[in-house]
């Protein structure tokens, strides 16, 4: 599986910008799939994550203002961000995880700069 991460930018803080991750391979609907992501100096975190089967969970910062979803007809994960806050800004990275977890996801995609300016 190759994951293409895309829809990045620079935007206002209370803005919304979307990610998509496009997934090769056809086995995209056996994944769990998520988006972490890493600030300038700091770790890599968790934001959300969506199972197989469609249901999401939101690491506590982003919850009410992030909504992931998956489209498997298009092998397409999305991250809906809206109220952008300027700590938001980071490099976005989608993961895939089947027979491993999410500690170390079996696949991680090369990842798209979101930007959020005061």
């Known amino acids: 599986v190759q994951l293409q991460a895309s829809g990045g930018g620079l935007v206002q803080a209370g803005g919304s910008l979307r990610l998509s991750c496009a997934a090769s391979?056809?086995?995209?609907?056996?994944?769990?799939m998520g988006w972490f992501r890493q600030a300038p100096g700091k770790e890599r975190e968790f934001v959300a994550r969506?199972?197989?089967?469609?249901?999401?969970y939101y690491a506590n910062s982003v919850k009410g203002r992030f909504t992931i979803s998956r489209d498997n007809a298009k092998n397409t994960v999305y991250l809906q961000m809206n109220s952008l806050k300027v700590e938001d800004t980071a490099l976005y990275y989608c993961?895939?995880?089947?027979?491993?977890?999410?500690?170390?996801?079996?696949?991680w995609g090369q990842g798209t700069l979101v930007t959020v300016s005061s």
């Open positions: 391979g056809r086995t995209f609907n056996m994944y769990d």
């Open positions: 969506i199972t197989w089967s469609g249901l999401p």
């Open positions: 993961a895939a995880v089947r027979d491993r977890t999410w500690a170390a996801p079996d696949y």
